[in-house]
């Protein structure tokens, strides 16, 4: 969500919760893990969204400094800034389609939209210029690509030029997002004309007459209120599922919304949600991917989603999936002793275009009963910030940031302010608790929960950020929580099938990394 206007408020004292009883896979280690290599970019910035085209150029950006751009084309090893589209911004994304054109989101935040809106701007010479995409029903300069009346947060945007067509001007473009001041539907613009002009916002949930009509009501109800964007995907040509339009996010439930919805969000995000579109965002079909029951949050701040070069989506999450509510309660020694209460890395995927997950079993049609845990049990403390990039089907990687200290949380298993600051005016903190980046890589997802293996790399071992990382947004509290890492991590896959994660390093040398893979990379499928 919208690094300045996110909040999400940890409480503790509430009444007890049932937590329900969740499967999950032990995390099985298996062959030599991957090196890395890490690049360091000339300036700071959080947040940064990373995307690779189909000749392996590698784009970086970060709001932090507008929409600050740098491009590699050496698979990480350099970097160079390209032009920036828009001095000001909020939230911002990239993606690329298959003739190299790079397409950038952001909120636009040089022309004072009220309610904020968001922008997508395209580049044909690799970042050198950029051109702004418009609303098809123009009102004025206030409307920008999205033009909804009820504001943007949290922009996600996809692109890809669909058969037979091949040039980047027939693209289909897919802005995606959740309103602010509104219900927090999730919403669509979409772009016929490689971005040059959009639709007006589609609300996903209110047309989703594909699929389980049981499903969509559940996942309608449970949207309501409040929900985090997680990203947008579209199929590429000649796969079996061509063209699906793909939406996901998380939410909480009925039960939690009298606690307030969008600003307070004091709910715990349990449920992964998307919702696809065979007829170019007509109709959509709503799905449930996984149910980890109230108590257990994913929004630690965000879940990963991406899909393979087979057109198959995945989660990847950071979440405290076996936590109950004494976890609350515990502090000191036996909190540290508690792996239980820790917050580990999960992951759930489909193998037939988001109809079924992880084999099915869960509490709605096609949704997983089980989730593969990717951080192996060995690795106790705490994990957040959960990138994901997938080749061929099966075959994927997972980052995570991590420390080896357990974070305190509430009874809604939301981390407590300040929980990882080691301030002495906080009677139940932990740390300073130092981070370090992981990777963890499964060729094999196909053998299920409990049969996948992972190989995990330890990439940074020096601390990349020391102390408390919030997920409170506005509601951070100063002088415990610094904001300088913003809400997430990233990474992409580049042609060749090496991984790279994008992340920000505030502790030892103040600038933008981007983590390259060195050695057994994943075969992708040209």
Known sequence: MHSCRRALLAVA???SIAAAAIGLSPGVLGASPPGYSIATLDKYGGEPSIVSDTAGRLYDTTPSIGTLTYRSTNHGTSWTQVATADPGSGDDCLATDQSGAVYLCNLNGTKEVVPLQADVWKSVDHGQTWTQGQPIA?????CAASCSPFGVDRDWVAASIPAPLSDTGHAEVVLMYHDFYGPSEIWVN???DGGATFSPAQPVLATAVQGDPTTAVVVGAETFCNTVPAGVAIAPPGTPHAGRIFVAWIAADPVQ??????????????NLFLSYSDDNGVTWAAQQAFDAGIGHDASTPFVAFTIDNQGNPYFGFTINLKSDPTCSTKSGAALQSASSCEYDTYLVWSNDGGRTWDGGGGPLPGSAATAYRVSPPSETGTHLFPTISAGDPGKVVVGYLRTPLIEPTDALGKFLPGGCSGSTTVPYTVGPCPWNLYAAQSVNLIAGPSG???AVTQITTTAMHVGDICNLGIFCTPGLSNRHLLDFNMSALDPQGCNHIAYADDN???KLRVANQ???CILTKK
């Open 13 to 15: 004292g509430i009444a």
């Open 138 to 142: 123009r009102q004025a300069s206030v």
């Open 190 to 192: 979409i772009s016929h």
């Open 257 to 270: 919304n009298p606690t307030g919805c969008n600003v307070t969000m004091l709910q715990s995000f349990h």
């Open 452 to 454: 996948a293996t992972w």
């Open 508 to 510: 030892t040398v103040n």
């Open 518 to 520: 060195s050695g057994s």
